[in-house]
């Protein structure tokens, strides 16, 4: 994957953040915090230049991307973070303010025929079977119309997190999912397995509030 375009884009929108985080989620100093954001953008370069690009309309891209993104952060540190610290650490260093606008724009659109669609499309695409760093899904509408269910047979987060010997921390990455599902305001996130915890599959549910 080349780093011009959509991963030079997401650390020059996160990178603050990131290093922000640092010192108010994981108590380190600011100078610690400068030093590892520096060691981590090499090694984000390094992560995004041995992946393979993504097919134009596979819509998973930006979650490896961030995901090697936290991987450089997590390497670069000190101290190997616990899987609850990381995942406060994570959540409260992507949801910035237009992170939280980008969830809010796209409730809006939640469960409309648009919507549907573009998950029908992205399960039958199929997309980690050329590439094992993306997703394969299935689709799955609730019987009582209240929202519907992806679930994910293969993640490429996992794939890129054994990788980098991170894998025991991937679950700080899968709950980015109730965070990002609040944010937008419409749904709540409903799930019962994940991959990274030894489950048959990744479900993501997506039920109509109210």
């Not at 610690?32 to 060691?39: L, Q, V």
């Not at 994910?152 to 025991?168: A, P, R």
Request: charged share 25%.
């Amino acid at each position: 994957m080349k780093y011009a375009g959509m991963p030079f884009g997401m650390w020059a929108l996160f990178a603050g953040s990131f290093q922000k985080q640092l010192t108010a989620v994981l108590g380190y100093d600011a100078d610690t915090a400068k030093a590892i954001t520096k060691m981590a953008k090499p090694q984000y370069r390094q992560i995004i230049r041995r992946l393979p690009e993504f097919e134009k309309a596979d819509r998973f891209k930006m979650n490896l991307v961030n995901c090697a993104m936290t991987g450089a952060f997590v390497l670069s540190m000190p101290q190997r973070p616990e899987v609850d610290r990381l995942t406060d650490y994570y959540a409260k260093a992507m949801m910035t303010k237009p992170m939280q606008w980008f969830c809010c724009k796209s409730g809006k659109s939640k469960f409309t025929a648009k919507d549907i669609a573009a998950m029908k499309a992205t399960a039958a695409m199929k997309a980690a079977d050329r590439n094992p760093y993306s997703w394969n899904m299935e689709f799955y509408e609730y019987p009582d119309g209240n929202g519907y269910e992806g679930r994910f047979t293969k993640c490429g987060i996992c794939v890129l997190m054994k990788e980098l010997d991170l894998y025991d921390l991937t679950p700080a990455l899968c709950h980015l999912d109730y965070t990002m599902s609040e944010a937008s305001g419409v749904t709540n996130f409903v799930r019962q397995y994940t991959l990274a915890s030894g489950g048959p599959y990744c479900d993501c549910g997506y039920k109509k509030k109210g």
